[in-house]
């Protein structure tokens, strides 16, 4: 009777319109995959439920490796500024995991006040006990850079006898906490201390399954010599191709990062590129966290789907009166035939599962008769979800970007005031591109910026006398004769073509003194290894042809 208004119903239901994409995907989590969640247990077996803050934080950079590696000069390098709690030496001095945050005025929450806030996505960590939140912290401090991102420092990693004795928490397991939910992990290594640990070890081997994430920094490199760094770098690589396991070749990032002298600096110029990698990662975070939040939303979704598949075949091959015990343990020693026969049944790819030992020792401690068959509704609800409340939020992330590009903002438009780039601290110097300083600055294309003479001139008369050579007319030559000398460059025709673009200036299709020498300077430009620029910039410009 009343057909027209559950058709009503159902079109507005699939007409679900989100705000923005963090909203959206908060919307989607608690609706379609959470119920999936409770259903089958997911959170005692794998992660706990996502709150609204673990939608909502900045990005998060966490810094891992043996003590003495540079992670809190790291920190500091890249604010520019102490934090409150800082502490910096040679020997382990971080015997705590500090989140670095942005406030508006210094101070310390201590971790068991931490995790009641319901304003921060710390509040999981409270499952670690006492002696964790003992040795956590949120160092709060006004700096610009925090207002793009936050910064997670943690113990130095040990090494030899010290590594035999107990934190009082599962370290291991808080790593993996952080793993799960940071946007970038930063290894770090230094240049005179490379042997991997058995703690460091097993710190890397928790990284598993986020090897997106991680990045490998090379620290204290202006310590050794070309040569040395040559065998060092070899000897990292080697190392970690042992402990990363996988056929890829890491991306080393190679430097040397605090504010004092470079002890060599011969690499000087490495020195800098590398840092403009690795700071052009990092910018790329703010920008980059809406679609790491859906890729991270889309492995849990994944990971969910094939949980509820083991846990409902175990509560399938339970027998419902005797022998249950026996039968239980009989399940959990043959997990991995369980696994095949799900594989092969429901098509699923073998690296969706998750690790079968984890699996094991927690499915131990679980009453099977207690788990839930298979309901079809909750897994067909996620995977429409992933067919198509994903895709819309996916196409969301691009037009989010361009309306705050169009209001000449750098702040998302959900009113949060999250940056979407990194400003203020090391960033402003090391991405500058306004003075002497500036990465390449007086170097290529940039050569002669702030100077009163027109850089071509000291070079000039080399280039007149290849010039009158071509037998000008009119004091000018054209594109045959100017080819017959440009070719000698043996630049691709592609490159000679660009070359010739941005020099013929007033657009004439000939080329008089200055636009020839011009037309030198920027193949020497190119041939030197150097980028030529999409538009000619104006210092480059003929004096004669600054008014075109």
Known sequence: MFSWMAKDEGRKKNQEVYEGV???LKNIYKQKLLPLEKEYLFHDFHSPALDDPDFDAKPMVMLVGQYSTGKTTFIRYLLEQDFPGIRIGPEPTTDRFIAVMHADTDGVVPGNALVVDPKKQFRPLSKFGNAFLNRFQCSGTNSSVLKGISIVDTPGILSGEKQRTDRGYDFIGVLEWFAERVDRILLLF??????????FRR???ALRGHDDKIRIVLNKADMVDHQQLMRVYG???????????????????IGSFWDQPLRYDINRRLFEAEEQDLFADLQSLPRNAALRKLNDLIKRARLAKVHAYIISALKKDMPSVFGKEGKKKDLIKNLDALYSSLQREHQISPGDFPDIKKMQEVLVNHDFTKFHNLDRKLLERVDKMLAEDIAKLMAMVPLEEQISKNEGSDRDENGTGRQLTIEGGAFDGVMDSKTP???KGGEGINA??????WVIAKDRYKYDQIFDNLNPIDGKVTGASAKGEMIKSKLPNNVLGKIWKLSDVDKDGMLDADEFALAMHLMNVKLDGHDLPPELPAHLVPPSKRGF
Do not use: Q
């Open 22 to 24: 963090s909203e959206g």
């Open 203 to 205: 710190s890397i081997e």
């Open 190 to 199: 230094d240049a005179h201390k490379l042997d991997i640990s058995d703690e």
């Open 437 to 439: 300083f500036m990465y």
């Open 448 to 453: 002669g910026v702030g100077e009163v003479e």
């Open 235 to 253: 000897a990292l690589m080697w190392s970690l191709g042992k402990v990363l396991g996988t056929p890829e070749v890491a991306r080393v990032y």
